[in-house]
């Protein structure tokens, strides 16, 4: 099977690309290994930039899908000490530049606004080789292989795609994420559901944070960022909910218990997380008919734009696939020329770390001139 333009993954950006490349006519294909758009829960809130997320919106031709599932005042930000002590309580105006919604629903909106057929689905990548004249092979796991002209990695942090490119691998950045819940956090959490307020907490400190987001449906959604190696991870029993809980928990030993609640109280077990990066600055030579974009191509440690980045990859590629249609080779330049300089920048911004970790003493301080500053 040949087909033009082949995208890996039905990741935000992959879809993105596929949806910008519909509105111009062009047709793609997006292979993505999980069996269906339900597979595999899709991670908490995300809030779209009016500077990234939203141009890629708009490109897409899907702003008022994207308002109407907008969870309305969850722009609002209180940052805390750790003695629980309220530095930082901002209310959600309605007028910010970063609305949050579930990353399902802005997936499945995507999914919705493409043609159907167009995401096969249970398709894991094996291997991709080269075959020369700006052509590539991929094989999947069930020895299907499809030839395309233009192969876009949009497959994440462990791309199969980015080999072809480049050898850089991700790294273990030094911080790793615990996720917990609460459900019904009005009713049955009312001390955690006080201290989160109405959008997004943070307090932070150095070495630990501890963040919290109120999603759709009364539910509090956590990440513990601690600074630890992998080792000190592996170590804990995460099968042991329980011991793992309390194993977590002790290390905020002395902050509120305000706080300390939202990863003792939790409904569910904890889930370690580890994060890795590229390279700052990760980029390649030219290599015709494969490109790459999002987390495949600028991996990078959570700093609120690696979705928002990933979808403005697949407008501005399919946008510039769209402004040369006969010259792909030309496209894919003009956009790499492009991305590995935005990229590169939001990384850099502050430190390109979630705010807090293995920072200076005045954690909470800082954090809050960041916010200010970006207009949050």
């Known amino acids: 099977m040949h087909t033009p333009v082949t995208i890996i993954g039905a990741g935000l950006g992959g879809l993105t690309l596929a949806r910008v490349l519909h509105v111009h006519g062009i047709p793609a294909t997006v292979y993505e290994a999980e069996a269906s758009p339900s597979a595999r829960a899709q991670g908490g809130m995300l809030d779209i930039h009016d500077y990234n997320g939203q141009l890629a919106l708009q490109a897409a031709g899907l702003m008022d899908e994207f308002r109407a599932i907008v969870l309305e005042g969850r722009e609002a930000l209180r940052v805390l000490d750790p003695d629980g002590t309220v530095l930082l309580d901002k209310d959600d105006d309605g007028n910010g530049g970063r609305p ?39 094989t999947f796991a069930d020895g299907t292989t499809v030839v395309t002209s233009l192969l876009v ?68 959604h956590m990440y513990v960022g601690l600074s630890k190696p992998l080792d000190w991870f592996a170590a804990i029993d995460f099968t042991d909910a329980a011991a793992a809980t309390a194993r977590i928990a002790a ?31 990760h980029r390649w030579d030219r290599m015709p008919g494969v490109t790459l974009l999002g987390d495949a191509a600028h991996l990078q440690a959570p700093n609120g734009e690696g979705a928002n980045l990933a979808m403005l990859d697949g407008a501005e590629l399919a946008k510039a696939i ?32 979630m705010p807090g970790i293995d920072s200076e003493a005045d954690t909470a301080r800082g954090l809050i001139d960041m916010f200010t500053q970006k207009g949050d």
């Open 322 to 353: 769209a402004s040369h249609p006969d010259d792909t080779e030309a496209a894919v330049a003009e956009y790499e020329q492009a991305m590995f300089p935005r990229s590169a920048e939001a990384a850099t911004f502050e430190g390109g770390e």
């Open 153 to 220: 990695g949009a497959d994440g942090a462990w791309s199969r795609v980015r080999p072809l490119l480049s050898d850089a691998t991700p790294a273990y950045t030094g911080t790793s994420f615990v996720e917990t819940y609460l459900y019904e956090a009005d009713t049955r959490h009312p001390a955690a559901a006080k201290t989160v307020g109405g959008g997004m907490m943070i307090a932070p400190s150095p070495g630990k944070d501890i963040f919290a987001h109120r999603e759709s449906g009364d539910t509090l």
């Open 251 to 281: 290390e905020f030993e002395g902050w509120a218990p305000e706080l300390t609640g939202l990863i003792t109280e939790s409904d569910t077990a904890p889930v370690p997380r580890s994060i890795h990066a590229l390279p700052t600055g």
């Open 100 to 138: 949050e919604a579930m990353r399902g629903e802005l997936r499945q909106m995507l999914i919705d606004s493409l043609p159907p057929g167009t995401v096969r689905w249970g398709h894991k990548v094996s291997s991709t080789r080269a075959l020369g004249d700006s052509r590539h092979e991929v």
